[in-house]
């Protein structure tokens, strides 16, 4: 509805709090993310020890596995939080550029990527099979607040640690 840019992104989500990510794969898969501190353009990550992955397996379970942080050093939610970038949760875990690539054209700017391990728990990609995909529907839930009502996370996060 809003555009696959990471321009559109941002002055949808940035400054709004908490956020849970939902996307599908072109090969159907559901992924996605929760990030407890939310987006806010301010060029720094914002890790949390309670951001996660997960996935809709296909193993016939309601549930979506959940897939949690695999490191205890900087936690991981939010590894770039700049207005050119899209979504980047734990530096490689879940990665949508929201930008097209210059080799790929148009389209590339619904590419995903996915290598987990090293910052969230799993082997292989979010979604399985090959560490690189294509969305077809990326939605983003983000909080909703009264004109002046505080909520936290809003604007740069100092603290690298907490949660």
């Known amino acids: 509805v809003d555009g696959w840019t990471s321009e559109q992104f941002h002055a949808k989500v940035d400054t709004r709090g908490a956020a849970l990510v939902y996307a599908v794969t072109e090969d ?14 301010m060029g720094n990550a914002r890790p949390s020890p309670a951001a996660f992955l997960y996935a809709f397996r296909g193993d016939g379970a309601e549930r979506p596995t959940k897939l949690r942080s695999a490191s205890h050093i900087g936690c991981n939610s939010c590894s770039s939080d700049a207005p050119s970038r899209g979504i980047e949760l734990g530096v490689e875990a879940l990665c949508v550029p929201l930008r097209i690539s210059e080799d790929r054209g148009p389209g590339s700017e619904r590419r995903a990527f996915s290598k987990l391990g090293v910052y969230y728990e799993g082997a292989g990609a979010l979604w399985g099979g090959t560490q690189v995909t294509a969305l077809a529907e990326l939605k983003v839930f983000a909080g909703v607040y009264a004109p002046g009502e505080d909520y936290p996370y ?3 996060v100092m603290d690298m640690t907490s949660g």
């Open 154 to 156: 809003a604007g740069a």
């Open 28 to 41: 159907g898969c559901e992924v996605g993310a929760y990030n407890p501190k939310g987006w806010a353009s």
